[in-house]
């Protein structure tokens, strides 16, 4: 079972850039589709961001297009999620996702695996 590590979250004013790191557990990181998900208190979990497993094809969600990306290193098994302006609306538990596959990676109910997820704060 794969085991899966975010780092990087915090509290930061609005603007500021953090980047979270997911790291995986295990020799089959580069085999799958990976995602980033995030939930706010009383809201609904939701997919943000997935690559494949190579890193050639992205899905970054419409409200945080053009401030998110994500990426990933498969020789260091990372998953990497770069905030830019962050807005208070962006305050959430990150999560990091592994889908069933490789090339899965629209769609939440693709994905499988996730960690203990890492907390952002983004005051105005």
């Known amino acids: 079972q794969v085991q899966l590590v975010e780092s990087g979250g915090g509290s930061v004013q609005a603007g500021a850039s953090l980047t979270l790191s997911c790291v995986a557990s295990g020799n089959t990181f580069s085999s799958y589709a990976m995602g980033w998900f995030r939930q706010a208190p009383g809201k609904e979990r939701e997919l943000i961001a997935g690559?494949?497993?190579?890193?050639?094809?992205?899905y970054i969600v419409d409200s945080v297009k053009g401030r998110f990306t994500i990426s990933r290193d498969n020789a260091r098994n990372t998953l990497y999620l770069r905030m830019d302006n962050l807005k208070p609306e962006d305050s959430a538990v990150y999560y990091c996702?592994?889908?069933?596959?490789?090339?899965?990676?629209?769609?939440?109910?693709?994905?499988?695996?996730w960690g203990q997820g890492a907390q952002v704060t983004v005051s105005s």
């Open positions: 996702e592994r889908s069933r596959s490789a090339d899965d990676l629209y769609g939440a109910q693709d994905y499988r695996y």
């Open positions: 690559i494949n497993w190579g890193g050639g094809r992205t």
